[in-house]
Structures are given as C-alpha cells and as structure tokens.
C-alpha cells in the first residue's frame, strides 16, 4: 500500500506556500487606509457622546471664556478687539490639548490602545482615527466660538471671519497633535495634565499676546519663533489688520499646519506594538 504524505496549508515549501503562514506574526498592515481610518474615529465620537461633560469641555469652554473676555473689558471695546482675536486661537488650541491628552491616555490605561494594536491595525491608522474624531470635534467648537466672538460679541475685524474661523481650526488641531503627543509619556490623567505647564504655559507667555515679539530678550524672541502658537497669534493679527489674505497669513497658518502634522507623526511614532 503506498503512503500519500500531505502536506499541511502553512506548512509546506512548495511554491504555493505562504511563508508568514503558520509563524505567529500578523502581517504588517498599510501605513494608512481610510477604512481603519473611519473605524476608530467612529468609535472615539461615539465614546464621547456617551460623556457630555467632556462635550460641554471642548464646545461650551471657549465660547463661555470670550463672552467673560468681552464683558471684562465691557469699557473699552477696542481692547477686547485687539486680544480677543489671538484669544480666539489660543481658547480652542489649550482646550482640545486637554482632553485629547486625558481621553487618549485614558485608552492606554486601559489596555483599549494595546488590543488595538495587536490587531492588523497601522499605527498611522489609529492616530489618523483619533485626530479625524477630535478634528470632526474642533471645527464645531471652532465654528462657534467665531461666530459668537464675529456677530454676538462684536469683535471688530478688518479681514474675513473665514480666515479667522481657519486659524481657529488649526489652533485646534494644533493642540489635538500635541495632545495625542504628550500622552504617549504620561502615566496618569494627572500627570497628562501637569504637561500642560510645559508645553502650553511657555507658548502663551512667549507667542506676543502679552508684548510684542520683537520687544522681548534677543534669547526669548529666538525661543518664539520656532513655537507654533506664536504664528497663531501673528495669523489673527494679520486678519484683524488686513483686509485681503496676506502672504504674512498664509505664511503664519501653512507653519501652524505643518506643525500640527509633524507632532501627529511623532504621535505616531511613540506608539509601539507590546503585544507578543
């Protein structure tokens, strides 16, 4: 009687065989595909509609700090006119830094991230998920702080509020990046929170709300100019004095972008596959 030996799927080394079947790896996906894409951002937006305090946090905060801002110079209209622009910026960068921050390291906590990521999932994917959710997230918030800040507040500007609103969303995005960014070296929710005094504080005081740029120490001056919310502020300033797009703008808003997604690959980057 003769003996067929076959050989089993995953197994042989014929021709046909695959040679990552049967080893224990899962195959590395696509850096980036809009499918996984949409899934996570899916889910991070229905995470938070089931946590309406976070909700109230991103779109209720900023517009409340603008009306206690126009009322605090209730007196004098013109100064409110002259901050309450770069403000515009700042108010939704801080906010969305925040809960980006504390709602993704809330997921590595929680072992979410780490089940993720042992499944065929990009890291490029995962980051691009959660900037498109807190992103979707930001142009509401942004949205409405403008409007309220352009016809209910009376914020008087020689430019479009359109470009106001585009600088407000890059701000937005701007603090989401740096949010997913920070996280990855936070070990609690408290700790996500005291970045806050390292990353945001020094570009508030630095980025020309409070003094011109060109005023401060030769050493601050140089430190502004390679932090992005100083080009935030520069950006609004060039909508509240001009009345056409200016190459100063598009100047001041292509360096926020950029910014925004060079820290969202490094984002990237700080997320590693710890799963066996």
Request: glycine share 8%.
């Amino acid at each position: 009687m003769t003996t067929t030996s076959a050989t089993s799927p995953g197994t042989g080394t014929g021709k046909g065989a695959d040679p990552s079947a049967g080893s224990g790896t899962t195959p590395r996906p696509r850096a980036l595909s809009p499918s996984p894409t949409t899934a996570t951002a899916t889910r991070v937006l229905r995470q938070l509609h089931h946590d309406p305090r976070t909700i109230a946090l991103l779109i209720l905060i900023p517009c409340v700090m603008l009306v206690l801002l126009r009322y605090v110079f209730d007196g004098s209209a013109r100064t409110f006119d002259s901050i309450g622009a770069s403000l515009l910026g700042i108010f939704p960068l801080i906010t969305m830094f925040l809960v980006t921050s504390i709602a993704t390291l809330r997921e590595r906590t929680s072992g979410t991230l780490e089940r993720l990521l042992a499944m065929p999932l990009g890291k490029g994917d995962l980051i691009a998920g959660y900037a498109l959710a807190f992103g979707a997230l930001a142009i509401v918030q942004s949205a409405l702080a403008t409007g309220l800040a352009v016809w209910f507040l009376g914020l008087d500007v020689t430019g479009s509020p359109w470009l106001l609103l585009l600088v407000a969303l890059l701000d937005a995005l701007l603090g989401t990046a740096l949010g997913l960014f920070v996280s990855a070296f936070a070990a609690s929710e408290f700790q996500a929170v005291q970045f806050m005094p390292a990353v945001i504080f020094p570009q508030l005081l630095l980025c020309g709300l409070f003094t011109p740029r060109p005023d401060m120490h030769p050493v601050l001056e140089a430190i502004s100019n390679v932090l992005p919310m100083s080009y935030a502020v520069d950006g609004m300033n060039e909508v509240l004095k001009h009345t056409d797009m200016t190459a100063g703008f598009v100047r001041d808003a292509l360096i926020v972008a950029g910014c925004a997604l060079l820290v969202l690959t490094l984002g990237a980057a700080t997320l590693r596959r710890r799963t066996a």
